[in-house]
């Protein structure tokens, strides 16, 4: 609280506040550039933005219309939860692929996520999530590798262990979110964006 008191008194460009930060992050967590952003779930609707938009102003602009931009985002069935809107925010639909249920809770092989890819595929997801059968994080990065796509990772809740900060980076996650609001113990409504600078 002092520190965001004392942050509150000064007079500082936004823009150079936020490539500090950015740089900041990027040491923390190994990747090439940070984010700061207004809370977990905003970082997610960032990166799916990012994904569909690139760095063309006017695919932004049109954003969270994504008429004739690549819009689907792939994620395993095990992998869907109440977070799903922070992604759809900018858009995208979901394309699932796994099984649930029978015969135990389900899983994912890897052609079945290869066989959701299509070329209006912007990015796949893979949140943090403990669900057995699903594939793991390098195995997926090796799939998207194969098809030139970026993987979002959300990490929101997956602090502690501090070495999180940059094992997903490492595992080769193209961005990565994190709350600042839980275990990084900042404001509630914070977050940091890691990963690609483009």
């Not at 980076?169 to 193209?174: K, M, P, S, V, Y």
Request: charged share 20%; net charge negative.
């Amino acid at each position: 609280l002092n520190a965001m008191a004392e942050a509150a008194a000064s007079n500082v460009v936004m823009d150079e506040l936020q490539e500090r930060a950015g740089a900041v992050i990027a040491e923390v967590t190994g990747a090439e550039a940070g984010y700061v952003v207004a809370g977990a779930a905003a970082g997610l609707t960032l990166a799916a933005a990012a994904c569909v938009a690139g760095l063309d102003p006017a695919a932004m602009d049109q954003l969270p219309d994504t008429t004739g931009l690549k819009n689907e985002i792939v994620v395993q069935r095990g992998h869907r939860n109440a977070y799903d809107h922070a992604l759809r925010a900018a858009g995208i639909t979901f394309v699932e692929a796994g099984y649930l249920g029978y015969p135990g809770a389900g899983g994912t092989m890897p052609w079945q996520v290869e066989a959701a890819i299509t070329e209006r595929t912007a990015a796949i997801a893979w949140p943090v999530l403990d669900t057995p059968g699903t594939l793991s994080l390098p195995e997926v990065v090796e799939i998207a590798r194969r098809h030139e796509l970026p993987v979002i990772v959300d990490a929101s809740a997956s602090l502690p262990p501090r070495s999180n900060l940059r094992r997903f980076i490492a595992e080769g996650a193209d961005l990565v979110v994190f709350s600042g609001g839980k275990a990084i113990g900042g404001p509630q409504a914070s977050g940091i964006l890691a990963g690609r600078a483009d």
